[in-house]
């Protein structure tokens, strides 16, 4: 891959730029002007126009959009992969992946505009409604704010930016400030698709855009990805509009005597340290009963040590940076501060400027920031139990989450256990981290708000109308 600048967008007098680096080099890759919260009226007359624009569109014409930009984006594989490598800092075997992934995303969403329309209500099964006939469609919300993380840079745009396409909504699209231009590269392959540009609206700028943006009483919808801080201010500025918020999660992962241990350590490790570690449904408590826990931990180990980290664009590697040095510092700190309250390193802890090396620790004392607060990084916990009940009680004590996990050879148990554990999904015999993205993802207890996942993003973004003829 090229040291050269990928995209340049000049400021205009007075206006800043945000500068893009590699999260391994730290070197400048692009530069994007960043918008002022004064132009929220600009953009939101520029959003009118596009929602007028999609909501025109037949369903065939968004179908065969979407289903273009899916047939572009697969055709440029490589260059979108190596984008997400040098501005997000995966490595390039996960880059592939997650172009696939959107590649897919797009696909589904083509689906979704044309097979989702709505369903004829059967009035005339009512007594006093005989005569009557009717169907309800599924139509528009209107302007939609999407805002995205730089963890699934690519991904994470498609999942909603295509099922609003899809509804025949207009996006107001604010992209993390750390990956804009992977953004801006999808967001670029539906023009070339034949979306009218007005349709999708691309922002950058600080958390003041943000709140321009989530409180304009124009815009009906804010689908949000990130943190619970920012999506707590969201809800309290957005008033009266839907809200779809994933906030995070601390993935347990459970794993009985009875399981088979190979498949779960290689499974966990998968799961703990894809993308560094920042993978909100990754395993980051994996509780193992006591009877395995030394094989468990023994093998988990020997895995760990053995991935290699460094350089994203090395095939060779497994593990690259994190997204940015401080990142990565903070990682260390957390784990630093659990080793003083008595936690014990088995693997990693080791740090070079944005890189942390995959980590292994036990011990962490249930009220440590490593045991009850999301990671984010390429740190797992392991820990015994002794009964079944003890798991989920531990597994459960965080207030919020997405994903859980379970390995066991019992079925019985294997349900009894899914239908405890409190999570927006639960992976039997594999990791927490597995998902395909025609499922249902969200999260459960505190901060759930609404389902990502095609079919589901798209209902989340149309509304029924009904239409009812008395015949």
Known sequence: MSDTVLAVEPAAAGRPSLIVTDPYTGATIGMVAENDPAELDALLDRARTGYALSRSLSRFARHEILARAATLLREREDEAADLIVREAGKTIRQARKEVRRATMTLSLSADAARSDAGEVIPFD????????????????????????????????????????????????????QLTPLTARFLVGLLIDAGLPDEIVTVVHGDRHLAQALVSARDVR????????????????????????????????????????????????????????????????????EREIYARFRERFVAQTVALRAGDPSDEATDVGPMITPASAERAERVVADAVAAGARVLAGHRREGSVYWPTVVEGVPFSCELWADEAFAPVVVLSPFDTE??????????????????????????????????????????????????MPF??????????EGVRFAYEEMTQPKVICINA
């Open 125 to 176: 099964a009512f007594e006093g409604s005989e005569s009557r006939r009717g169907w309800f469609t599924r139509e528009p919300l209107g302007i939609i704010v999407a805002i995205t993380p730089y963890n699934d840079a690519l991904n994470l745009v498609a999942h909603k930016i295509g099922p609003a396409i899809a509804g025949g909504n207009a996006v107001i699209l604010k992209p993390s």
């Open 221 to 288: 919808m804010v689908s949000f990805t990130g943190g619970f801080a920012t999506g707590e201010a969201i809800a309290r500025n957005a008033g009266l509009k839907k809200l779809a918020m994933e906030l995070g999660g601390n993935a347990p992962v459970i794993v009985f005597a009875d399981a088979d241990v190979d498949a779960a350590v290689e499974a966990c490790v998968s799961g703990a340290f894809w993308a560094a570690g920042q993978n909100c449904v990754g395993a980051q408590r994996i509780l193992v």
């Open 389 to 438: 009940e003890q798991a989920i009680l531990q597994a459960n004590e965080i207030d919020y989450a997405l994903h859980a996990a379970t390995f066991t050879g019992d079925l019985g148990r294997a349900l009894r256990v899914s239908e405890q554990l409190e999570a927006g999904g639960v992976m039997i015999n594999d990791s927490s981290d597995y998902r395909v993205d025609s």
């Open 442 to 451: 969200g999260g459960a207890k505190y901060g759930s708000m609404g389902r």
